[in-house]
């Protein structure tokens, strides 16, 4: 009977320190998932984006831009197309309503006139950081080039 008791609680020591291991385990897992997740479109490398002074790519500068400083949830993303019109999360859906993106008139493209704070309401609102100059640039030249969808 004292050795049914012995291997009773060896037993259930065995299943305290499995459960033990499991749930270090899993906390371990989850730590190093959350890390290691980064969530690129949070606005706060928009500077990162870097454009050339012509040739402009709409997959490696333009797309870039808009995921980080426009197409995200409740504002220019997939969600806001049937409300707006159009979405900045594509090249289709970007291109898609007349006079957002004029191709070859940057000055006729209400895209370039929000972004420059020449046409209200300014893009991107507060407090999400505003492009720099040298994207404010990039995006115009981008324009004036047929805003071609990728080179």
């Known amino acids: 009977m004292e050795q049914d008791v012995s291997l009773e609680k060896d037993s259930e020591s065995r299943m305290m320190f499995t459960r033990t291991l499991f749930v270090i385990g899993l906390l371990f897992v989850t730590i190093w998932l959350s890390w290691t997740c980064k969530d690129d479109v949070n606005g706060d490398d928009t500077a990162l984006i870097v454009f050339p002074d012509s040739n402009i790519s709409y997959s490696k500068q333009v797309q870039p831009l808009f995921d980080r400083a ?9 969600e806001t197309f049937d409300q707006r019109g159009y979405s900045l999360d594509s090249y289709e859906n970007a291109t898609h309503r007349v006079g957002i993106i004029v191709r070859g008139s940057p000055d006729a493209s209400l895209l370039i006139g929000t972004i420059e704070g020449k046409s209200p309401p300014k893009m991107p609102p507060p407090p999400r950081p505003g492009l720099n100059d040298n994207q404010l640039k990039g995006m ?11 080179n």
């Open 140 to 150: 115009r030249k981008w324009v004036a080039e047929g805003a071609r969808g990728d």
């Open 70 to 78: 426009c197409a995200f949830s409740g504002c220019h993303d997939v």
